[in-house]
C-alpha cells in the first residue's frame, strides 16, 4: 500500500484508506476496529467514523500505540492534565455525548515518535441491537 498522495503545500498526508470492510459491532469491552496503522514518520492519525447507535449507550473509541508491528504490548495514548503541583497522566478516549447516528472524524497525535497504533471502540451499555461502526476510513499526516 502507497503512503497517498505528498502534497508539498500542505505537508505529507495519506489518502484516507479503508479501516474495515464490513460494519463493526460496539461490545462491552474495547476491542480492534480493523488493523494497525502504520504510522512511521507521521505526526497524526485520523479516523472518519459513521456510527449507527441502534440501542448502544456511551460508543467510545481509543488509540494504542504499539511499539512493533504485530505486538502483543498495547499502550494507551495519554491525556495529561497540569495542576499547579502535579501532572495528571490518564489513558485517553473519545465518548460521544449524542447516542445517535452519526459522521464523526477525529484525530490524535502520535508525535512521529509512535510507529503503530490501534484503534479500538465499546459501549458503555450494549443495547438489545448494538451499535456498530458501518464504515471507517483512516489517514495519516505531517
Same mark, same amino acid.
Given at each position: 500500500?502507497?503512503?497517498g498522495?505528498?502534497n508539498t ?7 484516507p484508506?479503508?479501516l ?37 449507550n ?5 488509540v ?5 508491528s504485530?505486538?502483543?504490548? #498495547?499502550? &494507551? ?9 502535579? !501532572?495528571? *497522566?490518564?489513558?485517553?478516549? +473519545?465518548?460521544? /455525548?449524542?447516542n ?12 512521529? #515518535?509512535? &510507529? ?9 451499555? !450494549?443495547? *438489545?441491537?448494538?451499535g456498530? +461502526?458501518?464504515? /471507517? ?6
Amino acid at each position: 500500500m502507497g503512503r497517498g498522495n505528498p502534497n508539498t503545500d500542505f505537508g505529507r498526508y495519506l489518502t484516507p484508506m479503508p479501516l474495515i470492510s464490513a460494519p463493526q459491532a460496539f461490545t462491552s469491552g474495547w476491542v480492534n476496529l480493523g488493523n494497525e496503522i502504520n504510522c512511521t514518520g507521521y505526526n497524526r492519525v485520523g479516523a472518519f467514523l459513521k456510527v449507527l447507535a441502534n440501542n448502544s449507550n456511551g460508543m467510545r473509541f481509543r488509540v494504542m500505540a504499539l511499539h512493533t508491528s504485530g505486538s502483543a504490548d #498495547l499502550f &494507551p495514548l495519554p491525556i495529561r492534565v497540569t495542576t499547579s503541583t502535579e !501532572v495528571i *497522566v490518564s489513558p485517553e478516549y +473519545v465518548e460521544l /455525548a449524542n447516542n445517535a447516528d452519526q459522521n464523526i472524524a477525529l484525530s490524535w497525535d502520535v508525535s512521529n #515518535l509512535i &510507529p503503530y497504533v490501534v484503534i479500538q471502540i465499546e459501549a458503555g451499555t !450494549v443495547g *438489545v441491537t448494538a451499535g456498530t +461502526v458501518a464504515d /471507517a476510513h483512516y489517514s495519516i499526516g505531517y
